[in-house]
């Protein structure tokens, strides 16, 4: 009895992509055959990795080191909001007692320079006004002071800005230190610009652009109805 012919065919050759593309579609692959894993090498920068499977658990060990970096800098920005928060809800309750311009600027003076570590406090009112602080500027609008610094007592925000060639500098040119930086709180009410508190430091880099001023804006919605409470 003749045998048939048998035809053995020689296993086709597969490309990078081929083996790429399987893998892709069948993700079981490896772990149906983990013995593979054993003969895997990675030529890579990653220590003493040198398996599949060790450069994996390398991976996801930094991963998770990174997600617990991003939660530990996510608790101390919560840690530091609380701080603030409890500080400016005990200033905010001092402001809201003040009867008197002199009242005010000493509660904004005991918050931001013992609590806040500024080092210089100034509130502006841009009308004349019969009381009389150290720290309480009054301008009349025929003044030029009052004309450089009515725009921004009229901003809609808060803002930080360097002392030297501000229309401030003037105004925090008489303290013991020279004043570096500074911010601005806009003080209007009903759309009036009432004037300006003005927190400024020694240091540049204690009031700069990238300073979130959002509490600040909480402060300045209440100074503007003290404000315009006190002098009408």
Same mark, same amino acid.
């Given at each position: ?35 593979? /894993? ?14 599949? /499977? ?24 919560? !840690?530091? =909001?609380? %701080?603030?928060?409890? +500080? #400016? +809800? ?23 320079? #013992? ?27 025929? #003044? ?29 040119? =008489? ?8 911010? %601005? ?27 979130? #001023?959002?509490? /600040?804006?909480? %402060?300045?919605?209440?100074?503007? !109805? ?7």
């Amino acid at each position: 009895m003749k045998q048939a012919d048998s035809k053995v065919t020689g296993p086709s050759a597969l490309s990078s992509d081929d083996i790429l593309v399987y893998l892709h579609e069948h993700p079981e692959f490896l772990q149906q055959h983990p013995e593979i /894993l054993e003969h895997q090498a990675l030529d890579h920068a990653c220590g003493d990795a040198t398996s599949l /499977l060790e450069r994996q658990i390398k991976v996801l060990r930094q991963r998770i080191q990174d997600y617990a970096n991003k939660l530990s800098e996510l608790l101390q920005t919560a !840690r530091r =909001n609380d %701080v603030q928060f409890d +500080k #400016t +809800k005990r200033l905010v309750t001092e402001l809201g007692g003040c009867q008197t311009l002199t009242q005010m600027v000493d509660a904004l003076q005991q918050s931001f320079i #013992t609590e806040f570590q500024a080092d210089t406090v100034k509130l502006i009112v841009l009308q004349e006004i019969q009381e009389q602080h150290p720290d309480l500027i009054a301008l009349a609008s025929t #003044t030029e002071q009052y004309t450089l610094l009515a725009p921004m007592a009229a901003k809609t925000w808060a803002f930080c800005s360097p002392v030297a060639d501000s229309p401030l500098a003037d105004i925090l040119a =008489n303290t013991p230190q020279p004043m570096q930086s500074c911010a %601005v709180l806009p003080i209007q009410y009903q759309e009036r610009a009432l004037g300006l508190v003005v927190i400024a430091s020694t240091a540049k880099d204690h009031y700069t652009e990238e300073l979130d #001023t959002l509490f /600040l804006n909480h %402060v300045a919605a209440v100074c503007s !109805r003290v404000l315009s409470r006190i002098c009408g």
